[in-house]
């Protein structure tokens, strides 16, 4: 079991450590970009890679809360932030290699694009849901929203909903990842209902 | 407690390999934030196996061209799609290397005057190989300039004798889990199949190709016999054929099967109706500019509108997709 306390001085290092971990998928790009090992649909590679990394960072920060309640380790908080502004981060890029790389800021097409897709329409969706999430994720944001933080910021649930669902759908045949990243996400959210009914008397969190 | 001797695990609990490496894929994917991948190898550039690359010869230069760039040869053998290696497109490069092409059969079956049976050698003397340099565009969007070897489909019709209730022509893949590990999986009703109306069958730009780049067809190409319609969309091509049947209705293909809305008998290659996933208006060519490849605009039928507008005139092509 995790312990329910560390010293600061640790925590620190394991931000450092999170930080480098979650940094790890753009390292990735950037090596193979300057290899030129993208592979031969470089656009395709990195715009999926960071369509991944989003969704896969997403249900990371949406696993802190559980194991943090289960093992009783409030430190693991601290990480939740880092994890959910990197997951907004990959997000940022991925739409970015696909309005740049993918359509060379071509708006009409994008348009076109978007409107006739029902896969980009829910990604669009997901991405904009994550946007006041990341605003609202300051210190003083929390402080000032109060109460209404803690309900703003379940829609993170929604977000990855959605982002499972773009996945589902943008996928020609082989439904196996995004099926398993769904699972992922509906454990993630049975976890988060079942002892927050009966703990909620107990533990105020 | 008992204990099982290694050997007593009953098959049903072996992890078919596909769906182990789907499985494998996805922990790596989501483990530590893919920092498992890191290292060049597992990433995009994909080593083909050992597969003997064998010379074809004599090759004639055939009629229909482009002067158009090749795409690379490194590029035509690892970034395919052929399901019955994998799903994803590095797969099969990755799992083929397989196949037992040789001794290999056609069976020519259905409406022909005499139901037979050819092998590839014989197959091989029906017409002299040509090269012909073709555009190949997926309906996923992205496209490549290939330089086949083979003949035109016609030579091997007009040596099967379909009878006069012939209509369409029926293309059927070989499906053996032993050699291809993909169809282990129920992704497609396997074994996949496709279709030609005859006259497109017939038309000369419709090539049986044996080989890419003057030597013969890796696996992960169709080896060893595939079909190529460069006007219509990528997976009409089917590949690894063994057989070919002449049928008087409309054959129902593999992929109709799978999604009818997405899928039509005819998917010739048209920038004007879209398909529900991808815009097909549009293109990226395969192998050019790297990150900073744009597309470019996708012809009508793949440019070809020349040589087989005529096999579609007065058909509703929204209708007939
Ligand atoms: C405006 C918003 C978005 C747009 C325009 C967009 C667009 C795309 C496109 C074009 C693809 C590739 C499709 C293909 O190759 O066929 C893709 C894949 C993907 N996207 Fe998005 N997306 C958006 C938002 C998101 C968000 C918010 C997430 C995650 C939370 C996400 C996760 C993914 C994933 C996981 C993939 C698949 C990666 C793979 O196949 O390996 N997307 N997206």
Same mark, same amino acid.
């Given at each position: 079991?995790?312990?329910? =306390?560390?010293?600061?001085?640790?925590?620190?290092?394991? =931000?450092?450590?999170?930080?480098?971990? /979650?940094?790890?998928?753009?390292?990735?790009?950037?090596?193979?970009?300057?290899?030129?090992?993208?592979?031969?649909?470089?656009?395709?590679?990195?715009?999926?890679?960071?369509?991944?990394?989003?969704?896969?960072?997403?249900?990371?920060?949406?696993?802190?809360?559980?194991?943090?309640?289960?093992?009783?380790?409030?430190?693991?908080?601290?990480?939740?932030?880092?994890?959910?502004?990197?997951?907004?981060?990959?997000?940022?890029?991925?739409?970015?290699?696909?309005?740049?790389?993918?359509?060379?800021?071509?708006?009409?097409?994008?348009?076109?694009?978007?409107?006739?897709?029902?896969?980009?329409?829910?990604?669009?969706? /997901?991405?904009?849901?994550?946007?006041?999430?990341?605003?609202?994720?300051?210190?003083?944001?929390?402080?000032?929203?109060?109460?209404?933080?803690?309900?703003?910021?379940?829609?993170?649930?929604?977000?990855?909903?959605?982002?499972?669902?773009?996945?589902?759908?943008?996928?020609? =045949?082989?439904?196996?990842?995004?099926? /398993?990243?769904?699972?992922?996400?509906?454990?993630?959210?049975? /976890?988060?209902?079942?002892?927050?009914?009966?703990?909620?008397?107990?533990?105020?969190? | 407690?008992? *204990?099982?001797?290694?050997?007593?695990?009953?098959?049903?609990?072996?992890?078919?390999?596909?769906?182990?490496?789907?499985?494998?894929?996805?922990?790596?994917?989501?483990?530590?934030?893919?920092?498992?991948?890191?290292?060049?190898?597992?990433?995009?550039?994909?080593?083909?196996?050992?597969?003997?690359?064998?010379?074809?010869?004599?090759?004639?230069? %055939?009629?229909?061209?482009?002067?158009?760039?090749?795409?690379?040869?490194?590029?035509?053998?690892?970034?395919?799609?052929?399901?019955?290696?994998?799903?994803?497109?590095?797969?099969?490069?990755?799992?083929?290397?397989?196949?037992?092409?040789?001794?290999?059969?056609?069976?020519?079956?259905?409406?022909?005057?005499?139901?037979?049976?050819?092998?590839?050698?014989?197959?091989?003397?029906?017409?002299?190989?040509?090269?012909?340099?073709?555009?190949?565009?997926?309906?996923?969007?992205?496209?490549?300039?290939?330089?086949?070897?083979?003949?035109?489909?016609?030579?091997?019709?007009?040596?099967?004798?379909?009878? %006069?209730?012939?209509?369409?022509?029926?293309?059927?893949?070989?499906?053996?889990?032993?050699?291809?590990?993909?169809?282990?999986?129920? *992704?497609?009703?396997?074994?996949?199949?496709?279709?030609?109306?005859?006259?497109?069958?017939?038309?000369?730009?419709?090539?049986?190709?044996?080989?890419?780049?003057?030597?013969?067809?890796?696996?992960?190409?169709?080896?060893?016999?595939?079909?190529?319609?460069?006007?219509?969309?990528?997976?009409?091509?089917?590949?690894?054929?063994?057989?070919?049947?002449?049928?008087?209705?409309?054959?129902?293909?593999?992929?109709?099967?799978?999604?009818?809305?997405?899928?039509?008998?005819?998917?010739?290659?048209?920038?004007?109706?879209?398909?529900?996933?991808?815009?097909?208006?549009?293109?990226?060519?395969?192998?050019?500019? %790297?990150?900073?490849?744009?597309?470019?605009?996708?012809?009508?039928?793949?440019?070809?509108?020349?040589?087989?507008?005529?096999?579609?005139?007065?058909?509703?092509?929204?209708?007939?997709?």
């Amino acid at each position: 079991m995790l312990p329910a =306390k560390i010293a600061l001085n640790w925590l620190r290092y394991l =931000k450092g450590v999170v930080f480098l971990l /979650a940094l790890l998928p753009l390292a990735r790009l950037l090596v193979l970009g300057v290899l030129d090992r993208l592979g031969a649909n470089p656009v395709e590679f990195v715009l999926r890679s960071n369509g991944t990394s989003a969704l896969t960072l997403l249900l990371a920060t949406l696993a802190i809360t559980p194991l943090q309640r289960w093992s009783g380790a409030g430190w693991l908080l601290a990480l939740r932030r880092m994890l959910g502004l990197f997951a907004f981060f990959y997000a940022v890029l991925h739409v970015l290699s696909y309005v740049w790389l993918d359509q060379w800021f071509d708006w009409h097409a994008i348009a076109q694009d978007v409107m006739e897709h029902r896969y980009l329409l829910v990604g669009l969706l /997901a991405f904009l849901l994550l946007i006041p999430l990341a605003l609202t994720s300051t210190d003083g944001m929390m402080r000032r929203l109060g109460n209404r933080w803690r309900p703003l910021h379940r829609l993170v649930y929604l977000a990855g909903g959605l982002g499972v669902v773009h996945y589902l759908w943008l996928v020609k =045949k082989d439904l196996t990842l995004p099926l /398993a990243y769904g699972v992922v996400l509906g454990l993630l959210l049975a /976890a988060r209902l079942y002892p927050a009914r009966r703990r909620s008397d107990v533990m105020p969190s | 407690m008992l *204990i099982r001797k290694p050997t007593d695990i009953p098959p049903s609990e072996i992890t078919p390999r596909a769906v182990y490496r789907a499985r494998r894929r996805f922990l790596l994917a989501a483990g530590a934030g893919l920092a498992a991948s890191l290292l060049p190898a597992a990433a995009a550039g994909v080593t083909v196996q050992p597969q003997v690359r064998r010379k074809l010869s004599p090759i004639v230069r %055939g009629p229909y061209g482009t002067d158009e760039k090749l795409t690379p040869y490194e590029y035509v053998t690892t970034y395919n799609n052929f399901y019955e290696f994998g799903t994803g497109k590095s797969d099969p490069a990755r799992n083929a290397g397989t196949l037992r092409k040789s001794p290999w059969t056609v069976a020519i079956e259905g409406e022909v005057k005499k139901p037979k049976r050819i092998a590839l050698e014989d197959l091989l003397k029906l017409a002299p190989l040509e090269e012909r340099i073709y555009r190949m565009r997926c309906v996923e969007g992205w496209s490549m300039v290939i330089p086949w070897v083979g003949f035109p489909l016609a030579k091997l019709i007009d040596w099967a004798e379909p009878t %006069g209730n012939a209509r369409y022509v029926e293309f059927v893949s070989l499906a053996d889990p032993e050699q291809m590990p993909g169809v282990r999986v129920p *992704i497609l009703d396997w074994p996949y199949t496709e279709g030609l109306r005859l006259d497109e069958a017939r038309h000369p730009l419709t090539l049986l190709a044996v080989g890419l780049y003057g030597e013969a067809l890796l696996d992960q190409n169709g080896a060893p016999l595939r079909l190529v319609v460069p006007w219509k969309y990528g997976f009409k091509g089917i590949k690894s054929i063994v057989g070919i049947r002449f049928v008087e209705r409309q054959p129902v293909t593999t992929w109709m099967r799978a999604s009818p809305r997405e899928y039509g008998f005819y998917a010739n290659v048209n920038p004007e109706v879209d398909h529900p996933r991808w815009s097909q208006a549009t293109e990226r060519r395969i192998g050019e500019g %790297g990150l900073f490849n744009r597309r470019i605009k996708t012809l009508m039928f793949n440019g070809y509108a020349e040589q087989v507008g005529q096999l579609y005139s007065g058909m509703d092509l929204r209708k007939y997709f």
